[in-house]
């Protein structure tokens, strides 16, 4: 069965820090680049971050850039977002999702997505 | 960053009738070299992630029913849903994969059944 399957978030307060993980099966995960998406709540879909297939390439909007970092261990088929300095609008439900392409620069659709891991930041 | 809207914000559809929902992009998203827009579409349900219905504008993603297609080119582009099926109740979002980075997203239009 072809999954992606997120884990990691939590409640933090401002200014710490949070991994997520983000576990592939079922797919050649080492072909693909990877994306993080998320929502926060009752709003729309933001592009946060995404890593080649292998691990070179890497861009983050602009709104994370400094602060977080993706990255991926394609020997256990897993990525990884480190979010440092949480802020409030940080709140969301984090989705990791695969790109629509196989190797290459990638096309920078989604065509799955993880169920999510909700993070929250409040004090 | 290309800006996406979306209209209407929501819309009421009769089972069986037709759905239709606009999206804009403030700038081409037509690679003509490739004659491809880079333009997608998702579905997502409540409390489910999206999922991908429509990708290269009017390509249907796998096990996509025909009901759903895909349709514009350049900055204006249409999801049509011809038959609103139950299970279609959903928040609709588009995406230009043109510029990047960043991906953007439409605001997304609700669907719901009247």
């Known amino acids: 069965q072809v999954q992606l399957v997120e884990s990691g978030g939590g409640v933090v307060q401002p200014g710490r820090s949070l991994r997520l993980s983000c576990a592939a099966s079922?797919?050649?995960?080492?072909?693909?680049?990877m994306h993080w998406v998320r929502q926060a709540p009752g709003k729309g879909l933001e592009w946060v971050a995404v890593?080649?297939?292998?691990?070179?390439?890497?861009h983050y909007a602009d709104s994370v850039k400094g602060r977080f970092t993706i990255s991926r261990d394609n020997s256990k088929s897993t990525l990884f977002l480190q979010m440092t300095d949480l802020r409030d609008d940080d709140t969301a439900v984090y989705y990791c999702?695969?790109?629509?392409?196989?190797?290459?620069?990638?096309?920078?659709?989604?065509?799955?997505w993880g169920r999510g891991t909700r993070v929250t930041v409040s004090s | 960053d290309i800006v996406m809207t979306q209209s209407p914000d929501s819309l009421a559809v009769s089972l069986g009738e037709r759905a239709t929902i606009n999206c804009k992009s403030s700038?081409?998203?037509?690679?003509?070299?490739?004659?491809?827009?880079?333009l997608a579409w998702y579905q997502q349900k409540p409390g489910q992630p999206p999922k991908l219905l429509i990708y290269?504008?009017?390509t249907r993603a796998s096990g996509v029913p025909d009901r759903f297609s895909g349709s514009g080119s350049g900055t204006d582009f249409i999801l049509t849903i011809s038959s609103l099926q139950a299970e279609d109740v959903a928040v609709y979002y588009c995406?230009?994969?043109?510029?990047?980075?960043?991906?953007?997203f439409g605001p997304g239009t609700k669907v719901d059944i009247k």
């Open positions: 700038q081409s998203v037509l690679y003509s070299s490739k004659n491809k827009n880079y």
């Open positions: 999702a695969k790109d629509g392409a196989v190797y290459g620069d990638g096309y920078w659709y989604f065509d799955l």
């Open positions: 079922g797919l050649n995960f080492r072909s693909y680049g």
């Open positions: 995406q230009q994969y043109y510029s990047i980075p960043p991906v953007t």
């Open positions: 290269w504008a009017s």
């Open positions: 890593t080649a297939h292998d691990g070179t390439n890497k």
